[in-house]
């Protein structure tokens, strides 16, 4: 038999998959960025955040209706056309797109598990009256993975002890040798990543 009518169940998996990818693409981008080693590009998609929740909705939508179509009983029960589907048209194959779809979307919870957790600290011996902290306000910051990028970045800076930076505030906090470095010169590794440094100030 004809697999055509077929062929619009792949249409909207794909389509659900391109939606969810789109949803995570803020997140997923500071990841690639950091493996390639390429400075500047971590928050290019930022600016898709606000539109997540809608691109969810979207994701839920056309894979539900994948679904439906898949599950929807045959007018033709008697018809063996299910057999002859290629693998591109089967339940299992929408099976796997889904799953994709599922890390797609929780990706921004994990995004920092492919950053080195080791390197936001520094252990070494600076005397008390040496030691400088700063707040900083980070924009472009959606996810763990976010955060981890600003926090690698600074720590990259030759007497910066210790960086710690939440996209829910915003923020960072830096810790770092004033005889090595200064706030200037964080604060331009931060803006290399892409994120940019609004305001700081001195705790």
Same mark, same amino acid.
């Given at each position: 038999?004809?697999d055509?009518?077929n062929?619009?169940?792949?249409?909207?998996?794909?389509?659900?998959?391109?939606?969810?990818?789109?949803?995570?693409?803020c997140?997923?981008?500071?990841?690639?960025?950091?493996?390639?080693?390429?400075?500047?590009?971590?928050?290019?998609?930022?600016?898709?955040?606000?539109?997540?929740?809608?691109?969810?909705g979207?994701t839920?939508l056309?894979?539900?209706?994948?679904?439906?179509?898949?599950?929807?009983?045959?007018?033709?029960?008697?018809?063996?056309c299910e057999e002859?589907?290629?693998?591109?048209?089967?339940?299992?194959?929408? *099976?796997i797109? #889904? $799953?994709?779809?599922?890390?797609?979307?929780?990706?921004?919870?994990?995004?920092? +598990?492919?950053?080195? /957790?080791?390197?936001?600290?520094?252990?070494?011996?600076?005397?008390?009256?040496?030691?400088?902290?700063i707040?900083?306000?980070?924009?472009?910051?959606?996810?763990?993975?976010?955060?981890?990028?600003?926090?690698?970045?600074?720590?990259?800076?030759?007497?910066?002890?210790?960086?710690?930076?939440?996209y829910?505030? *915003?923020?960072a #906090? $830096?810790?770092?040798?004033?005889?090595?470095?200064?706030?200037?010169?964080?604060? +331009?590794?931060?803006? /290399?990543?892409?994120?940019?440094?609004a305001?700081?100030?001195?705790?």
């Open positions: 038999m004809n055509q009518p062929n619009s169940d792949t249409k909207w998996m794909g389509a659900g998959l391109f939606a969810a990818f789109a949803a995570s693409l997140c997923i981008t500071p990841v690639i960025v950091f493996a390639a080693g390429i400075s500047g590009a971590a928050s290019a998609f930022s600016w898709l955040e606000p539109f997540r929740p809608y691109l969810i979207l839920v056309l894979l539900g209706f994948a679904w439906y179509q898949k599950l929807k009983p045959q007018w033709n029960p008697e018809c063996a002859n589907l290629s693998f591109w048209n089967t339940k299992g194959f929408l *099976g797109v #889904t $799953i994709l779809v599922a890390l797609l979307l929780a990706f921004p919870y994990y995004s920092d +598990a492919f950053f080195p /957790k080791q390197n936001n600290q520094k252990v070494v011996y600076v005397q008390e009256s040496q030691i400088q902290t707040t900083l306000d980070i924009e472009g910051m959606t996810c763990t993975g976010c955060e981890a990028s600003v926090e690698n970045a600074a720590v990259g800076v030759d007497g910066v002890l210790e960086a710690e930076a939440s829910d505030t *915003g923020k #906090t $830096i810790k770092y040798d004033r005889s090595k470095t200064d706030r200037e010169t964080i604060v +331009a590794a931060i803006n /290399k990543t892409g994120f940019t440094v305001d700081n100030q001195v705790n």
